[in-house]
């Protein structure tokens, strides 16, 4: 899975969180910029997109997630290392 079909399904997790079909995210979209992209949601996106992708993050990992973009890095990456 490349980083572009890892965006699509990330974007289709915060879709369904957000209940919002017509959401786009932009890779520097942060919580401000994203209306319903709150802590509880944050979490909820964090847990469906670990067990979608089969992965797990970590602490430090989650901590790091500022914006869009850097969670599909993230995901990405753990999914290269399996």
Not at 1 to 8: D, G, L
């Amino acid at each position: 899975m490349n980083r572009t079909e890892v965006s699509a399904q990330l974007t289709r997790i915060f879709r369904d969180v957000l209940q919002r079909e017509d959401l786009v995210l932009a890779s520097e979209d942060t919580p401000r910029d994203v209306d319903g992209w709150d802590s509880f949601n944050h979490v909820e996106i964090l847990f469906r997109a670990e067990e979608l992708f089969g992965i797990t993050l970590s602490s430090r990992e989650i901590d790091s997630l500022r914006c869009f973009g850097e969670m599909v890095a993230a995901i990405d990456n753990r999914i290269s290392k399996t």
